[in-house]
């Protein structure tokens, strides 16, 4: 048996219980940077590695080295009776679950079982994020209510990864649209990934403005800016370093939203030592006076889709809740 968990914490939880089988801790961040869905396995691992290495301060050859591993570790899936797929509710956990998903469904799968643990809330939790939060008598209990993957839930995680990898935001518009039952936490998930894209308030996404707010707020240390956001915004199940780089970019642009102090790297024991403050370009943002994207032009991957010159081709709408084409 073979089981599969989104990020380290729940392996490591997961491999002192009495769970059978192997553990693989699947360490990806498909929610952020490139992910064209055009490529083939070889040059899509070396994108990613490549995204991984300059964004995380990763040496390119240990990047490639451990999602080649990973891959590798997939292909055994043939050597096990069962693959167990253990994620949760939040846009991280979805986006690498329709990942996998769409992974296995280009294979024959022959007699192995695919099942799929995927919760939003657990019992003793009023504030639920994720599998990390449980111990290991937590997590066991889970793993009897597995459920084997059904071949609806198949179809619909390959057109959601082909939508969310795909060039233009056309297809997901349109299948958000249609019945997504079938992957309970699906269409909430892709609902949050729109909400990233540049407003037309501001050029900001709602994570940045999330992130804004909060340090208007008085959240100026990152060690209580984090913790705040991860309660506002939980649906995007994002770690300190996502957040960080989000805020980071903005302090980085030729015109500042923000200022930075106290770090330059994405070391875990410095982040939260640094702190954010607004520059006027980010007061006068969050009041719908000043728009990012006109100020500093972009180059962002969302998916499969890369915003790059002076304007973003898509821009959310807060008014509409619709994802808008900029024309």
């Not at 990390?132 to 609806?152: C, H, I, Y």
Request: charged fraction near 20%; proline fraction near 3%; hydrophobic fraction near 40%.
């Amino acid at each position: 048996m073979l089981h599969i968990h989104n990020g380290d914490s729940t392996a490591e939880t997961a491999k002192k219980t009495n769970l059978p089988g192997e553990h693989l801790a699947w360490r990806e961040a498909l929610v952020c940077g490139p992910a064209p869905g055009h490529l083939a396995e070889e040059d899509f691992l070396k994108l990613r590695a490549a995204h991984l290495s300059q964004s995380y301060g990763v040496k390119f050859e240990k990047c490639e080295a451990e999602l080649r591993a990973q891959h590798q570790a997939l292909r055994t899936f043939s050597d096990h009776e069962e693959v167990v797929l253990w994620f949760e509710h939040d846009l991280f956990c979805q986006v690498h679950l329709i990942y996998l998903l769409d992974w296995f469904g280009q294979r024959e799968l022959g007699q192995m079982r695919l099942s799929l643990i995927c919760i939003g809330d657990f019992p003793g939790f009023e504030n639920f994020h994720g599998l990390g939060q449980l111990n290991e008598q937590q997590l066991s209990s889970l793993f009897p209510d597995r459920k084997e993957v059904t071949a609806g839930q198949m179809q619909l995680a390959s057109e959601a990864w082909r939508a969310y990898s795909a060039a233009d935001a056309l297809a997901l518009i349109s299948l958000l649209k249609t019945d997504l039952s079938a992957l309970p936490f699906l269409e909430t998930a892709l609902r949050k990934h729109l909400q990233r894209f540049p407003s037309t308030r501001n050029g900001l996404g709602r994570v940045e403005n999330a992130g804004l707010k909060l340090i208007a707020n008085g959240y100026h240390k990152f060690k209580s800016l984090f913790p705040a956001f991860t309660r506002n915004e939980s649906g995007y199940g994002f770690g300190d370093a996502q957040l960080y780089l989000e805020l980071k970019r903005l302090a980085n642009a030729p015109n500042p939203f923000l200022i930075n102090g106290g770090n330059s790297t994405l070391d875990p024991g410095r982040i939260f030592l640094s702190s954010f403050e607004l520059t006027e370009h980010g007061a006068a943002a969050l009041e719908g006076k000043e728009d990012f994207v006109a100020r500093n032009g972009i180059d962002e991957w969302l998916g499969g889709i890369h915003l790059k010159g002076s304007e973003a081709a898509w821009r959310w709408d807060d008014d509409t809740q619709q994802l808008l084409v900029s024309l």
